[in-house]
């Protein structure tokens, strides 16, 4: 009798467990939501810069005073095991610029070569781009001109990647077109972005009018991001902070386009002396401040030792207000970032402001990025924390102030193509 009645109960206990089983390996859909393979990678890829309903410099290499523009682009993963291949580093020059003809690079002639480091990005644009006297046609992979890959670890275990790529005047676009535009197009994998970025005209100083406040801001990496803390010992996972400065300006409209124009710049050693430099920039002695930018300060409030064996002392900016700084520690790593971009912004109505102190909300977007491949000394009061603290001053003496925490542990780990 109980032979037979636990062969009875058998097949249906059977057929429980395979369905218990099989619910907790793929649990089902919520209404209205799309069931997703478990092994099925999940990407994501945005572009940080240019945002939409931003002015690019002209790039055309023959302003007295050219500028450049930034592409950043953000690549995110759900999971590192399921992220695609990236070996993250510094290409500076770029591959694709080396390389002859540019970005041809295994030497077939055949323009357009996938970026060993991330191969799987495909990075194009709808106009014309010119470098070192070729010209690349509308469509031709672009991704072997990145020059910066960094990694972090986002909050739920994802993987955040920053690209970034530097159009100085050494490039020309030509508007094919004609729509005095350029749309930028990204994919890797199955995930893709695209935005339109206008052509203006170069920045230029039109005087000191009036006493402005920047806004200054880190969009990477995260708050509460992981980062690598031996990226110089055991060459793991290079990260990067990515910082965006906007200042007030306005469009004088005595040029066509009109000339953005800031009311109260950051200063440097570009027109005379009267604003920060872009562009990309080789090593600079360190710690201190970037003589491209002096105005840029931002520190660790742990200790650093740079990828060249520069040690930098952790610190923190505290506050202040216009002209009196209240209290600073530490030393700036202001000197580590490597590559400068400006753009224009026509503000929330889309329009340029033409008057100097029309009261608009236009801007000056400056943006600026640093690749970290040294050593975090775990030296301040949070235990595999730290704080991460920038300034900007702008002529005038007045200044904003921002700060990120992130973690840092010695074991990021990626996976390399």
């Known amino acids: 009798m109980r032979s037979r009645l636990a062969r009875s109960l058998a097949v249906p206990a059977a057929i429980y467990l395979a369905a218990v089983a099989s619910s907790a390996q793929t649990p089902a859909p919520l209404p209205g939501q799309k069931r997703v393979a478990p092994c099925d990678p999940q990407y994501e890829i945005e572009f940080l810069s240019p945002a939409p309903a931003e002015e690019a410099p002209l790039i ?36 694709g610029s080396t390389a002859v003809p540019p970005t041809d690079l295994n030497g077939d002639a055949t323009l357009g070569d996938r970026h060993p480091a991330i191969p799987q990005l495909i990075l194009t644009m709808d106009d014309a781009l010119m470098f070192g006297g070729v010209v690349l046609p509308p469509g031709t992979n672009l991704a072997s001109f990145v020059e910066i890959i ?81 990226v110089m010992s055991d060459m793991q996972t290079p990260w990067t902070v990515a910082v965006e400065v906007r200042i007030p300006c306005w469009f004088n409209p005595a040029t066509s386009p009109p000339t ?24 600079v002695p360190g710690p201190g401040f970037h003589p491209m930018f ?20 952790g610190g923190i900016i505290t506050g202040g207000q216009c002209g009196v700084i209240w209290g600073s520690t530490g030393a700036s790593l202001g000197y580590a970032f490597r590559q400068a971009s400006v753009h ?47 300034a900007v001053e702008a002529s005038s003496n007045c200044f904003s102030i921002t ?15």
């Not at 203006?200 to 920047?214: A, C, K």
Request: hydrophobic share 35%.
């Open 344 to 390: 224009a912004w026509y503000g929330v109505n889309g329009f340029p402001d033409t008057t100097p102190l029309g009261g608009g909300d236009d801007q000056l977007i400056y943006r600026f990025v640093m690749p970290v491949d040294g050593m975090i000394i775990d030296s301040d009061v949070m235990p595999g924390e730290m704080m991460i603290t920038a």
């Open 294 to 313: 002096p105005s840029l300060d931002v520190r660790f409030s742990d200790d650093y030792i740079d990828g060249m064996g520069t040690g930098v002392p």
């Open 403 to 417: 700060n990120v925490r992130v973690k840092h542990r010695p074991d990021v780990l990626t996976r390399n193509p």
């Open 150 to 230: 960094g990694s972090e670890i986002e909050h739920g275990g994802d993987q955040s990647t920053v690209i970034s790529w530097i159009i100085d005047p050494t490039f020309m676009v030509i508007d094919v077109n004609g729509d005095l535009g350029t749309n930028l197009f990204a994919k890797v994998g199955p995930a893709t972005d695209t935005v339109f970025v206008l052509h203006g005209v170069d920045p230029l100083y039109g005087g000191f009018l009036s006493t402005q406040n920047p806004t200054i801001s880190i969009f990477t990496p995260d708050w509460i991001s992981t980062v690598d803390d031996e």
């Open 260 to 283: 953005p124009t800031p009311l109260d710049p950051i200063f440097g050693p570009c027109q005379g002396g009267t604003m920060a430099c872009t562009g990309n920039f080789g090593p």
């Open 60 to 95: 055309h290499g023959a302003s007295p005073m050219p500028d450049s523009m930034h592409v950043i682009l953000e690549l995110s993963a759900d999971g590192r095991n399921r992220a695609p291949k990236i070996f993250e580093a510094t290409f500076l020059p770029s591959l």
